[in-house]
Nanobody, 122 residues
């Protein structure tokens, strides 16, 4: 059974930092692209960042480029999202995803975590 379990969300002031983690089990992570998406209230779920597990190649949404960093830990089967210089617009539920296709669309990911709330106060 595939499980993606996010952790690390919370409340932070604007300009602050948070680190999200996603523990993956039940899947061959080396065959997957791992992604982070977010969904703000009343809005669609959108792409944030992705990493190709085998190569470590990363890609970011323009809105987070230079502020967020995605990484993976091979030994722990964990993907992390370091978020710096947070803004109120970053407030959303953040979801971890795994997929064989990847990309920036939700359809490229077949497995999803339950999400973790990130709230940035002004």
């Amino acid at each position: 059974q595939v499980q993606l379990v996010e952790s690390g969300g919370g409340l932070v002031q604007a300009g602050g930092s948070l680190k999200l983690s996603c523990a993956a089990s039940g899947l061959a992570v080396s065959r997957n692209v791992m992604g982070w998406f977010r969904q703000a209230p009343g809005k669609e779920r959108v792409f944030v960042a992705r990493i190709v597990w085998t190569t470590g190649m990363t890609f970011y949404a323009d809105s987070v480029e230079g502020r967020f960093t995605i990484s993976r830990d091979n030994a722990k089967n964990t993907v992390s999202l370091q978020m710096n210089s947070l803004k109120p617009d970053d407030t959303a539920i953040y979801y971890c995803a795994a997929g064989l296709v990847g990309g920036t669309g939700c359809s490229g990911y077949g497995n999803w975590g339950q999400g973790t709330q990130v709230t940035v106060s002004s």
